[in-house]
């Protein structure tokens, strides 16, 4: 055990970080991979389940066409060869998780293989990252480890287990070794899953959601001498399931790992699990023997050989690639590049889109949703997609705007009063009362109170000071609650002083 | 080392292969060995005392040379194959099929719990 960490900037002087990540993505089919069973989150345990999932006696899996097809439009978005031929393979392991005592996974033979994905990095940089493979496998079912304080297995009395999840189709993206990351592995890692889940939540196959488990991200990394090209030995740390985690799992491994080297010691090859709360890692499975799945091909399906055309057909489907995208609405919208950094990191784009999409102009659509809103979800520690407020509702208050029947101050209002739960926004400027007032009977009475209010300042506007009349603006304002138009009650201050 | 039975996988960068197990390649007069048949034990989660290592290991011998025995017809101009029937591209499209109930699910359970398989502790490993 080595307790202490070398600093992350010494450890950049003197090595050369290795990276590569594997990432599990959920796929979002109505049914499993081998079966029919449903796959959606959250049902009673072992309630979509049959005797194929369970691994039954004289059960037989199918493969579910459409996770092929997902697959393989996953491999083609990666610029990933589409594999002519390619068999599943068992899997073998004991332990409970899946029923079958083996999981069905392609192992030699991947849908996908030697792809990349270009990421962009906080400064605007663009590093490409070589995709190894993406394969086709099932996901395990859940265990309950009951007994022991952490409810971990450790210390555990017995376990239990609901197999609704195992069986849902999952594809493994693997990248290549990345070279050459140097400081910016953390921050490399990240902007790769961040890519990886943008472009997967584009094509529309998986929910992509870190915190539901839908996507899950390992993390390999070793160090060498810098400069020296020997390979390091590598850990891998399981269990990272943000983005921010992503990053802080490379940093922490870059730290612990220098530590153990420059005590002299050897890193251990072990599987490591991630801890939240604490962004270290700590070991997992240290085994005293390698793991050995005995893999084999499973005879129980028959190989999936993509002709040409469906591969095609397949590739005419993906839809405009995010970074596509991207660049044509940084255009269309007049953005820099760091305005629009900013926009993809505050999860803003789509939510623009979708607001001018609703007939708001692109400038208005997004100073709501950067400034006012980004200020709203912040304070209730929510991303701005979780906002209960729809883009079609911030349009329609950016028309009440334009066409004069609210100001800026009222357009918050009705914006707090949709975010409150109160409806439309129609209907909470009818419920608030929150219309401008720009009736002149009205407001000429309140500019004429103002006005014998403060006789010096109204002495000054009649004097031709009109800059003067911002103060009788401002009391007439604060009169009408924010109501007044303020413009007409400008040019009602300077008819009344004239 | 007798005939592979075993193909460590921790050792491999991500993404890199090791070779699907050919028990047909091995040599035909290969003997298992003591420690493979405890490997296997081991991987098993099987206890075995040391008089059944040597049963086992007599007995896996005679098993694995009668299937290796296939060897001897296998021709260069026979690729070897995984399926018996030449068959590809079978699938099924992405619908619902009815299941079992919970009850059904848990029916040959030895035991359960709060609608769960119920199995006992798991040691020396964490998923
Ligand atoms: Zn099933």
New binding site residues.
Partial sequence: MTASLVDFDDVVERYDPMLGLEVHVELNTN??M????PTGFGAEPNT???????GLPG?LPVVNRAAVESAMRIGLALNCSIAPWGRFARKNYFYPDMPKNFQTSQYDEPIAVDGWLDVTLDDGEIFRVEIERAHMEEDTGKSLHVGGATGRIHGAEYSLLD?NR??VPLIEIVTKMIPGTRERAPEVARAYVTALRDLIKSLGVSDVRMDQGSMRCDVNLSLSPRGSGILGTRSETKNVNSLRSVERAVRYEMCRHAAVLDAGEKIVQETRHFQEDTATTRSGRVKETSEDYRYFPEPDLVPIAPSAEWVEELRGTLPELPWARRARLQAEWGLSDEELRDLVNAGALDLIEATVAAGAPAGEARSWWVAYLAQQANAREVTLDALPITPAQVARVIALVAGGELNNKLARQVVDGVLAGEGEPDAVVEARGLKVVSDDGALIAAVDEALAAQPDVAQKIRDGKVAAAGAIVGAVMKATKGQADAKRVRELIIERCG | MGTRLDVPTAGRAPGVAAPVIHLLEGPLSAAITRDEVAHLARLARLAVTDAELDVFAGQLDVILGSVARVGEVAADDIPPTSHAVPLENVYRPDEL?P??SQEQALSGAPASEDGRFRVPQILGEEA
């Fill in positions: 049914t499993k081998f079966c029919g069973c979509q389940v049959c005797p194929t999932c369970l059960s197999y195992a069986g | 099929r299941g079992l």
